[in-house]
C-alpha cells in the first residue's frame, strides 16, 4: 500500500496564528483528500485536492481557512488559518490506493 | 443525523476474551463498507471491506459481517489481545471517494 508522511504529529498554536500540515506519499496519486476529526466524532472530510487545480471543498469549510496546495503528485499541504479553539481537532490527510484508502498519522492539534 | 451510528461508544473486555461491534447505517445503496482500526496518535488502517453483495469478510482473528436487508454490519474480534486496543471504525463508501465514517468504538483489552 501507499505510504504516507505526515507531520507535525501533533502541535499546540496560540489562537489568531496558523499551522500548515504537510503530506508526503511514497507514490504518485491523482487525489488527496483532508480530514478533520473533532474529539468522539467521526472523520469529517474537508477538501479533496487534486494536482494542478484547486481543492475542492466540502459544505462547512472555506478556502480562507483551510487554504489547501498540492504542487505534485506525491505531496500536499493544509493550512489551518486564524486558528481558534475550536480548532482543535486531529487532521488526517488520505489518498486511494488499491481498493482501499490509506491514512497519514494524522496531526493533533491543540489551540490556546 | 450521521448515516453510520456506531455501537457501543466503547467497551472493556479481558485479554482472551471475544467481542462483537456493531454499525447501522442509513445510507443505500453503496459500493463498499469497510472496517478500520485506529491506534492512538495513529491514522485509519484498513481491516476489511465488503461489497454490497458480500456478506462475511475475514481479517485473522478479525470478521466482518454485512446483512444489507437491515443496513447493518459487524465486526467481530476473536481471543483479543492488548494489541487490539484501538478505536474501531466502519465506514461506507458511497460513490467515488464519497466516505461516510462512524464515530468509532474504542475497545480496552485488559490482562
Known amino acids: 500500500s501507499a505510504v504516507i508522511s505526515q507531520k507535525p504529529s501533533r502541535d499546540i498554536c496560540q489562537r489568531g496564528t496558523s499551522l500548515t500540515i504537510q503530506c508526503q506519499v511514497d507514490s504518485q496519486v491523482t487525489m488527496m483528500f483532508w480530514y478533520r476529526q473533532q474529539p468522539g466524532q467521526s472523520l469529517t472530510l474537508i477538501a479533496t485536492a487534486n494536482q494542478g487545480s484547486e481543492a475542492t471543498y466540502e459544505s462547512g469549510f472555506v478556502i480562507d481557512k483551510f487554504p489547501i496546495s498540492r504542487p505534485n503528485l506525491t505531496f500536499s499541504t493544509l493550512t489551518v488559518s486564524n486558528m481558534s479553539p475550536e480548532d482543535s481537532s486531529i487532521y488526517l490527510c488520505?489518498?486511494?490506493w488499491g481498493d482501499g484508502y490509506t491514512f497519514g498519522s494524522g496531526t493533533r492539534l491543540t489551540v490556546v | 443525523k450521521n448515516q453510520v451510528e456506531q455501537s457501543p461508544q466503547s467497551l472493556i473486555i479481558l485479554e482472551g476474551k471475544n467481542c462483537t461491534l456493531q454499525?447501522?447505517?442509513?445510507?443505500?445503496?453503496?459500493?463498499?463498507l469497510r472496517w478500520y482500526k485506529q491506534d492512538t496518535g495513529r491514522g485509519p488502517v484498513s481491516l476489511t471491506i465488503m461489497t454490497f453483495s458480500e456478506n462475511t469478510k475475514s481479517n485473522g482473528r478479525y470478521t466482518a459481517t454485512l446483512d444489507a436487508d437491515t443496513k447493518q454490519s459487524s465486526l467481530h474480534i476473536t481471543a483479543s489481545q492488548l494489541s487490539d486496543s484501538a478505536s474501531y471504525i466502519c465506514?461506507?463508501?458511497?460513490?467515488?471517494?464519497?466516505?461516510?465514517f462512524g464515530a468509532g468504538t474504542t475497545v480496552t483489552v485488559r490482562a
Open positions: 465506514v461506507v463508501n458511497l460513490n467515488d471517494y464519497k466516505l461516510s
Open positions: 454499525c447501522n447505517y442509513t445510507v443505500s445503496p453503496f459500493s463498499n
Open positions: 488520505s489518498v486511494e
